[in-house]
Nanobody, 123 residues
Framework: QVQLVESGGGLVQAGGSLRLSCAAS????????MGWYRQAPGKQRELVAR???????NYADSVKGRFSISRDNGKNTVYLQMNSLEPEDTAVYYC?????????????????WGQGTQVTVSS
C-alpha cells in the first residue's frame, strides 16, 4: 500500500497564497502520476492539477496562471503552489497518486488518495 500525507492547507484572505505538499510512502516501485483534486461543499470532486512522471502537467481552466504543480521524484512528493487565491477556491484538497507498487504477486498499479486538507479563502 501507499500512504499519502498532505500538509499546507489553512485559512487565507483573497489574493493570498498557500503551498500544499503531499508525500507518498510505502512499497512504491514507481509513481506515474501525482495530482491534486478538490471538493467544495455540495459539489463533485474535480481535478485541479496533475503532473506526469516526465514532468508534463495539466491544469483546470479555473486555476491556470494562478496555481503551479511540481514534484520531487526523489522524495515522492508533489507540491501545489496556489497564488491569487479566490473564495471560489475554498474546498478540501485531496492528493492523488497513480502508483505501481510491489506485492507478493508482483508489480501492480493502483490509485491512492490522501485524507484531504482544508483550504479556506475569505473575501
Amino acid at each position: 500500500q501507499v500512504q499519502l500525507v498532505e500538509s499546507g492547507g489553512g485559512l487565507v484572505q483573497a489574493g493570498g497564497s498557500l503551498r500544499l505538499s503531499c508525500a507518498a510512502s510505502g512499497r512504491i516501485f514507481a509513481i506515474n502520476v501525482m495530482g491534486w483534486y478538490r471538493q467544495a461543499p455540495g459539489k463533485q470532486r474535480e481535478l485541479v492539477a496533475r503532473i506526469i512522471s516526465d514532468g508534463s502537467t495539466n491544469y483546470a481552466d479555473s486555476v491556470k496562471g494562478r496555481f503551479s504543480i511540481s514534484r520531487d521524484n526523489g522524495k515522492n512528493t508533489v507540491y501545489l503552489q496556489m497564488n491569487s487565491l479566490e473564495p471560489e477556491d475554498t474546498a478540501v484538497y485531496y492528493c492523488n497518486a497513480d502508483a505501481t507498487i510491489l506485492t507478493p504477486q508482483g508489480r501492480k498499479g493502483f490509485s491512492f488518495w490522501g485524507q484531504g486538507t482544508q483550504v479556506t479563502v475569505s473575501s
